[in-house]
């Protein structure tokens, strides 16, 4: 997980945000999701986060994954900040369904665009630590199964397995490059 940077609100969502609020709470439909609104919030939303989810840095859109538009504080307790700007987060499946209504205000979790994860978290063997006295980053593990095995941690292993054999295939090239040039066949 990275702190995430907020870009500007959309003037698509601020032309309608009261109007969605007051839908939303009249009628409990997803309201983030439609038209122009809704397609432009995933555009900047994804662009936010280079296409990953906001928690896990799992790949969005991609093999079959679907994006999701969390709300960090659940529109089922906080109605009126259903499409609050710094309130939507593009998640993965695995992170929304573990998060789900959670009451981040009374239950506090590591927010991206407020908090630095950094402040909370650490990775060690391809798995997510907790490094603070708060308990929020451990929660925020659990929460969000950060440490999934299937979801998270074995796709974070095989990339960093991709990265050592990559250096070691240079390493390689370098060994054989030097040794060609010690030889003075040039």
Same mark, same amino acid.
């Given at each position: 997980m990275i702190k995430l940077?907020l870009?500007?609100?959309?003037?698509?969502l601020t032309?309608?945000k009261?109007?969605l609020t007051?839908?939303?709470?009249e009628k409990?439909k997803?309201v983030w999701r439609e038209?122009?609104?809704?397609?432009?919030l995933k555009?900047?939303?994804?662009?936010m986060? @280079?296409?990953k989810?906001a928690?896990s840095?799992?790949?969005l859109?991609t093999?079959?994954?679907?994006?999701h538009?969390e @709300?960090?504080y659940?529109?089922? /307790?906080?109605?009126?900040r259903?499409?609050?700007w710094?309130?939507l987060?593009?998640?993965?499946?695995?992170?929304?369904?573990?998060?789900?209504?959670?009451d981040?205000?009374k239950?506090p979790i590591v927010?991206?665009?407020r908090?630095d994860?950094?402040?909370?978290?650490?990775?060690e063997g391809?798995?997510?630590?907790?490094?603070?006295?708060?308990g929020?980053?451990?929660r925020? /593990?659990?929460?969000?199964r950060l440490?999934d095995a299937?979801?998270?941690?074995?796709?974070r292993?095989?990339?960093a397995q991709?990265i050592?054999?990559?250096?070691e295939?240079v390493?390689r090239?370098?060994?054989? /490059?030097?040794?060609?040039?010690?030889?003075g066949e040039?």
């Open positions: 940077e870009p500007p609100e959309p003037p698509e032309a309608q009261d109007r007051a839908e939303y709470r409990k997803p038209g122009a609104v809704g397609e432009t555009r900047v939303l994804c662009e986060t @280079h296409n989810c928690y840095e799992a790949p859109e093999n079959g994954s679907v994006m538009i @709300h960090f659940p529109k089922s /307790i906080y109605p009126e259903v499409v609050e710094g309130n987060l593009p998640t993965c499946a695995t992170c929304n369904a573990g998060k789900g209504a959670l981040v205000g239950t927010n991206p665009l908090d994860p950094k402040d909370f978290l650490y990775v391809f798995r997510y630590r907790a490094c603070d006295k708060e929020v980053g451990q925020t /593990i659990d929460v969000l440490n299937t979801q998270f941690a074995a796709p292993f095989l990339a991709y050592v054999e990559a250096i295939r390493l090239q370098a060994d054989a /490059i030097a040794d060609y040039l010690l030889r040039v």
